[in-house]
């Protein structure tokens, strides 16, 4: 039998360029238990990825700020206070990066992302401010209310689905999977993970991106 899983996805369902990996398509459609997505990324990016995995819409966005289980959507955090820490950054000659369509933002409904080519003191300067953290995921800045996790959105997820986190394996990469390891029974670090990753993982994999994540589910299913 298989474990649930709880999966980030940039960094490790991906490559460096966040391309996602084909062997996703190989081990997570036929998964013989949960498959959670939990990722930094607005809304719609984990719902489409399991639209197209043929994978039930079970999904933590935006760093834990949405999840949807059983058809329920749940927010936490302040959209209202991240848009003011963006319009401050701004106002003091900060740049958000991603142009005018701003697709990284768009959809996004309880926090604010920022490129990582942007002023990154001024940023934490501003949200300081505001009293909201950073957190650097190795793909962009995100501009979040404090106590917002995936790993309590994992909860709220076993709650709904009557799991215990403890059953669950997680895979990750960044500061933002942290709290994920702290909750599941069992957690891996790829090895391009940051060093937060890192020392909160079970333990750390010898191979980065796909290929680490594909070896840990590779042998789960054997
Ligand atoms: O959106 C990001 O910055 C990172 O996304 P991830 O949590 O799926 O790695
Ligand atoms: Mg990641």
Not at 26 to 50: E, H, M, N, Q
Not at 144 to 172: N, W
């Amino acid at each position: 039998m298989v474990p649930p899983l709880v999966l980030d996805i940039d960094g490790t369902l991906t490559d460096a360029q966040s391309r996602l990996d084909p062997r996703a398509f190989d081990v997570l459609p036929s998964w013989d238990a949960p498959v959670i997505l939990a990722t930094g990324k607005a809304f719609p990016y984990p719902v489409s990825l399991c639209h197209y995995l043929g994978l039930p819409e079970t999904v933590i966005a935006e760093n834990g700020g949405v999840v949807l289980v059983d058809g329920e959507v749940t927010y936490a955090g302040n959209r209202e206070a991240a848009q003011a820490v963006a319009d401050e950054f701004v106002a003091r000659g900060g740049d958000l990066g991603w142009g005018t369509a701003d697709t990284v933002n768009r959809w996004r409904e309880t926090e604010i992302a920022v490129s990582l080519d942007a002023d990154e003191a001024l940023l934490r300067d501003v949200a300081d401010a505001f009293d909201l953290e950073v957190i650097d995921t190795g793909f962009a800045y995100h501009v979040k209310s404090h106590g917002v996790e995936k790993g309590v959105g994992l909860e709220h997820v076993c709650e709904t689905i009557d799991y215990d986190p403890e059953d669950f394996v997680a895979i990750g990469d960044s500061e933002n999977d942290a709290s994920t390891f702290r909750v599941v029974g069992q957690s891996y670090a790829v090895a391009n993970a940051d060093e937060v990753a890192k020392a909160a993982a079970d333990e750390v994999l010898e191979e980065s991106y796909m290929d680490g994540t594909y070896s840990v589910l590779d042998a789960l299913r054997e």
